[in-house]
């Protein structure tokens, strides 16, 4: 006889994980899902830490997977709220090994403040929502969706509910999955978000959901159950077990994957039955889908649409509409294929997109990174500009304060500082913070660099903590960088991102180093300060277009056809002559 | 469309489109037309391309279009571009002396457009070639090359001078209200009629 475990439905999801060849999990306690990192942080093979919210649990999940491990991470419901900035962005640049994110939802708030039904962030974010209804169904369901994960390059959200994290069953376990880990390949079309790329994946994310449906349509985990009784029962979750046993007599149409729904699937339960239910718990989530087939159900009028439920509710909910008369009207009217918006035609002028500002002081950190192999996972603002040709200094930009989190989980998936984040000083103080907190109390590899240029330049020179200026100009205090780190127990260096020679050598020695720490560049934003010490001078014979000063990415250099040329715009800030070799570019002021 | 006119304005961010823009929301509006303009900002000061629209009429419902009756572009590639929204009976008023090369130009990757008038002729569009760098330089500032162009994009608007007059003092900040008006009136006073041109 084949060995037989009891577990809880957390347990047999952790112990689903590392059977499905998860090397890395990472979560938020939150009831009811607190045990399944708890359990996975115990079973061989597969690291485990807990991260300081579920937005940088999520981030370091995303960059576990990046680094080619298959992820699990794991909140209750209303963490996946603090989640949602990077769920929402990460259903765009998918995974490159399986990231499954468990989503434990707490009908009845038996210890939650709002009973949200997590349902729709799968609709929300175009993705696959898989829900167990037991123990057995949490183990075998966690390896089916990182094979889901992977064929269709998206997260998939995994719902249990109090009743499956907390209930407990017999397993009998799987053989284990082998899974090599994938590589990382560094692919900006994918992993950076600017609005170019983004717009591409968006396409990728609605056909995405299509192919979803078809998959949906043929999955194991959709069953159709015939009963004998003229009565058919459409339901997910826990909220099956007890359809199963108030009503033993009914036809299933049984969704382990109920997200996309399958709309044949929902017809052909009607090809045999004259009445249908939905149970579910919450919102009518599939219901409302049903209804949008044209096909009559019973649902919200007589399943409650909050709380529990269990056999005997559902039993005494539906018990009266079956002595009435069946509805006539039985023939579903499927929903076209979305159309995509058409594409734009391709350029025929030189295309000009955004760039880092000629004299952007911050441009000598990208000059000096890109020397380095390392990915630099980035972040939301102008310095998402520093990803643009010739720099190609950054790999990746998902969600305000984002780039932390995913350094710190593909360097800790890696085993080693393979990748540093690259973050300005107001998106910082917006959520990098935490994700640098979680960092090192996760004592994960990395350098941060903070492009401190004491403003939200991006969107208009707004004031942040880090300046203390507030909306009406007057003037709060302002947080100093270096100290903050410092409190949290992070070495911090600050540069002059001015002086290029000291900022390469500074750089290289927190990359060469072991262990965390952050690196602060500042250097005013060139469009406040607007200082213009006059334009560099080159010195056509010194010139050989050897292309290094080209390199740096400044719109106020032009290649000519002996030597570069300064044109319109140079402020005179130095970085071209700080790269120059043969001392053939001379600052304004000291030409003799 | 629908007695609406469309006016889009075209540069590099930075070059003060969205002002120009709202010169003449504000002008349209002294004028008793009905007004709406819409714009993108954020990247727009990062040397991107910069579109903004502004459409005027007796009733106007949408603010944005992808044709235009008029463009307005500072600079010479971005008027080139501009050409694209305009059908035949449309007006091009350009800096035409204003170059400012994206990267993909400077590495030699994509080549300038240069001849501005032959792909106008070859549009079907009037070109009302502007060098906007000089008059704006005239009037004291390199910056009032926007206000510069409007003055010459006068000649193909149906506002009358107070109207200009009343959208300049709306829209633009006092201290520079004086500069402005005189890169408007140098502007104006640099195109030709059509009549007297034809004649």
Redesign the interface.
């Known amino acids: 006889m084949e060995r037989t475990l009891f577990l809880s439905g957390n347990e047999a999801l952790a112990h689903g994980a590392a059977r499905a060849g998860a090397t890395f999990a990472c979560g938020y306690p939150g009831t009811p899902s607190t045990e399944i990192l708890e359990t996975i942080a115990r079973l061989e093979g597969v690291h485990a830490e807990w991260c300081v919210n579920e937005k940088v649990a999520l981030e370091t999940a995303i960059g576990a997977s990046r680094a080619g491990r298959r992820t699990l991470v794991t909140m209750k419901h209303v963490g996946l709220n603090v989640a949602a900035d990077p769920l929402l962005t990460l259903t765009e640049t998918g995974v490159t090994a399986g990231l499954v994110i468990v989503s434990a939802d707490d009908p009845n708030m038996n210890s939650s403040q709002n009973e949200q039904d997590n349902r729709n962030y799968a609709k929300f974010a175009k993705i696959p929502m898989l829900e167990p209804s037991d123990s057995q169904e949490a183990y075998d369901f966690v390896a089916e969706a990182f094979a889901l994960s992977e064929e269709f390059d998206t997260p998939v959200l995994l719902r249990p509910t109090t009743r499956v994290s907390h209930g407990r069953g017999q397993i009998v376990p799987g053989v284990p999955v082998a899974f090599e880990p994938r590589e990382y390949v560094k692919d900006v079309t994918k992993h950076l978000m600017v609005p170019q790329w983004a717009r591409l994946r968006t396409r990728f994310v609605i056909e995405r959901l299509q192919r979803l449906r078809v998959r949906a349509e043929e999955s194991p985990l959709n069953v159709l159950e015939a009963g004998t009784a003229d009565f058919g029962i459409i339901t997910s979750g826990i909220s099956y077990v007890y359809a199963r046993e108030a009503f033993p007599k009914a036809w299933f149409l049984k969704l382990g994957m109920s997200h996309p729904l399958p709309y044949r699937k929902v017809a052909q339960l009607y090809q045999h039955v004259s009445r249908v239910a939905v149970v579910e718990e919450l919102d009518p989530f599939l219901e409302e889908q049903v209804r949008m087939l044209g096909l009559p159900v019973i649902g919200k009028e007589a399943i409650p649409a909050n709380g529990e439920l269990d056999q005997d509710v559902v039993f005494r909910a539906l018990e009266p509409f079956l002595s009435r008369r069946p509805p006539r009207r039985r023939r579903a009217v499927f929903p076209p294929a979305p159309r995509l918006a058409d594409l734009p035609p391709a350029p025929d002028l030189p295309v000009r997109p955004p760039v880092l500002c000629a004299g952007c002081k911050h441009r000598s950190v990208f000059t000096a990174l890109r020397r380095h192999k390392v990915a630099a996972m980035g972040d939301i603002g102008c310095y998402m500009l520093g990803a643009d040709p010739p720099l190609n200094a950054l790999d990746s930009s998902l969600c305000m304060g984002a780039g932390i989190g995913i350094m710190a989980g593909f360097n800790k998936a890696l085993g080693r500082k393979a990748s540093v984040a690259v973050i300005g000083d107001s998106t910082f103080f917006h959520s990098g913070i935490t994700a640098l907190i979680s960092a090192h109390y996760n004592e994960a590899d990395g350098v941060v660099l903070i492009l401190d240029n004491r403003t939200t330049a991006m969107t208009g020179h707004q004031g942040t903590p880090g300046s203390g200026v507030r909306p009406d100009l007057t003037e709060g205090p302002a947080i100093d960088l270096q100290k903050l780190c410092e409190g949290i127990g992070v070495r911090c260096v600050t540069v002059d991102a001015t002086d290029y020679g000291g900022l390469k050598a500074a750089l290289k020695a927190e990359i060469d180093a072991p262990g965390l720490s952050v690196f602060v560049a500042q250097a005013p934003c060139a469009l406040m300060v607007r200082e213009n010490l006059g334009a560099v001078i080159v010195d056509d014979e010194r010139c050989n277009l050897c292309g290094l000063c080209l390199e740096i990415g400044c719109p106020a250099i032009a290649p000519g056809d002996d030597a570069v040329s300064i044109i319109d715009g140079c402020t005179g800030c130095g970085l071209c002559v700080a790269v120059c070799r043969r001392g053939a570019l001379i600052p304004a002021g000291e030409t003799s | 469309m629908n007695g609406v006119t469309t006016v889009s304005l075209m540069g590099?961010?930075g070059q003060g489109i969205l002002l120009a823009a709202a010169i003449i929301a504000q002008t349209a509006s002294a004028a008793g037309l009905r007004v709406k303009t819409s714009e993108v900002?954020?990247?727009a000061?990062?040397?991107?391309?910069v579109l903004s629209t502004v459409r005027f009429g007796k009733e106007v419902w949408s603010p944005v279009t992808h044709s235009a009756d008029v463009v307005i572009a500072t600079e010479l590639?971005?008027g080139?571009?501009g050409l694209g929204l305009l059908g035949p009976e449309g007006a091009l008023v350009c800096a035409v002396s204003t170059r400012?090369?994206?990267?993909?130009?400077?590495?030699?990757e994509?080549?300038?457009?240069e001849d501005l008038q032959a792909a106008a002729a070859a549009h079907g569009v009037r070109l009302i070639a502007v060098d906007a760098e000089a008059l704006a330089r005239e009037a004291g500032t390199l910056r009032a090359v926007n206000v510069a162009l409007l003055g010459a994009a006068s000649a193909v608007l149906p506002f009358t001078a107070e109207s200009w007059q009343r959208g300049l003092t709306a829209a633009v900040p006092a201290k520079i209200l004086a500069v402005n008006e005189r890169a408007f009136a140098l502007g104006r006073d640099a195109v030709v009629p059509e009549d007297a041109q034809t004649s």
């Open positions: 590099v961010g900002h954020g990247m000061q990062r040397g991107g391309s590639l971005e080139h571009r400012i090369p994206p990267g993909s130009v400077l590495r030699g994509q080549a300038y457009p």
